[in-house]
Structure formats: C-alpha cells, structure tokens
C-alpha cells in the first residue's frame, strides 16, 4: 500500500518502475513523456540538470523536446513531486520533492556534488543559538570548484 500522498513524495515508496502509479496517486494526468520524465528523474534519484534529465528520459521515451521535461518539471512541482534548486547563473537544476540536500555546483563543468550534512546542520545551528534566525538549506545551491576543476 501506497502512503499517503498528503504526507508528501518520499521518493523510497515509488520506484522507478511505479512512475505512471504515483503520477496517478499525485492527481497529474498520465502521458508517455510524464511517466518517462519521473522515472528518469527517480532512477537518477538526486539534484540533477535539466539537460542531464533530458537525455535520460530520452533514452527511454524517444523524441521528448527539452520544452516538454520543463513543462512536465513544473507540473511535477506544483504537485509536490518534484522542487528545483537555485544555481545562481548555472542551468535549471531539479530533483525531487522532499529532498532537502544542500549541493554544490562547480562554477566551470557543472559538477553537481551533495555537501556533508553535519557541517550544514552545525551552521544552521549556530544562526538559530546566535540570532535566533533559522535557516532553510536546500533551496538554493552552493557554488564553487570542484577538485576535477581546480586540478
């Protein structure tokens, strides 16, 4: 049994093969590229790139246009499946609901890294200890150089 999809997506419920099930679950309107798009998007199973995604969905539905996987990513959105990360001046970057992850993206190739937790967690500690402010981690991405790019 399915959880409650009021509960919010937890993408270890859905796997990728159930794509076309929790479109349905989630009220979205069932079409091949949908479906190819969120399995894509939960075999990939982190914050990814818009062209990245592209091309997996591709790869499993034939002639998906760029355009479509935006207006799919949006409407997997509105619906709490999916959210998107702010990458300053980078490409679109999306990943699923639920996902909180702090990510880093390397300013020269793209490199889409997770950040470790704990030094995340200490800080969002120390702001709410010090000022009082919480902070929310996750929407916006870091951006820096990877070790590949920095060489």
Not at 133 to 148: I, M, Y
């Amino acid at each position: 049994m399915k959880p409650d999809v009021r509960s919010g997506f937890d993408r270890r419920s859905w796997p990728p093969e159930e794509a076309e099930e929790a479109l349905r679950a989630y009220g979205v309107r069932v079409t091949q590229p949908r479906i190819a798009v969120l399995q894509a998007l939960l075999e990939i199973g982190g914050t990814v790139d818009a062209v990245t995604l592209t091309a997996r969905a591709q790869q499993l539905v034939s002639g998906i246009h760029e355009a479509t996987v935006y207006r799919t990513v949006n409407t997997l959105t509105e619906v709490g499946i999916a959210s998107h990360v702010h990458a300053g001046h980078g490409p679109s970057l999306v990943r699923l609901g639920g996902d909180r992850q702090l990510v880093a993206v390397c300013d020269s190739c793209g490199a889409i890294e997770p950040v470790p937790l704990e030094p995340v967690d200490g800080l969002v500690e120390a702001m709410r200890s010090m000022s009082g402010f919480v902070l929310q981690p996750g929407h916006f991405a870091l951006e820096g150089t990877c070790a590949s790019c920095a060489g």
